[in-house]
């Protein structure tokens, strides 16, 4: 069973920055390095959005309005990923969910606010 977690939303004034972690608390390292770890988020009204991926050969994609701006990384020490959100923009303000890809199956999490002030 994945139990996926995620901390670090929060409020902050536009150009700040803010940082989510995700796990699966009982993940053992030889299975973390082969989930593939990604963020989505979704704002009222709109479709969940894809904004970034990690893999598990390493590589990452972004969504184009957060390229230059978000950085995505695994801690394989903690088992853990990271979103790094700088330059926060009020359109990046919605609820960031973080999914597991583990064996072809994914596994959402519960999702944690972020809300960027004008």
């Known amino acids: 069973q994945v139990h996926v977690v995620e901390s670090g939303g929060g409020l902050v004034q536009a150009g700040g920055s803010l940082r989510l972690s995700c796990a699966d608390p009982?993940?053992?390292?030889?299975?973390?390095?082969?989930?593939?770890m990604a963020w989505y988020r979704q704002s009222p009204g709109n479709l969940r959005e894809m904004v970034a991926v990690?893999?598990?050969?390493?590589?990452?994609d972004y969504a184009d309005s957060v390229k230059g701006r978000f950085t995505i990384s695994r801690d394989n020490a903690r088992k853990r990923v990271y979103l790094q959100m700088n330059n926060l923009t009020p359109e990046d303000t919605g609820v960031y969910y973080c999914?597991?890809?583990?064996?072809?199956?994914?596994?959402w999490g519960q999702g944690t606010q972020v809300t960027v002030s004008s």
């Open positions: 009982r993940v053992i390292l030889s299975v973390f390095r082969s989930d593939t």
């Open positions: 990690s893999t598990s050969g390493g590589g990452t």
């Open positions: 999914k597991i890809t583990r064996r072809g199956s994914d596994n």
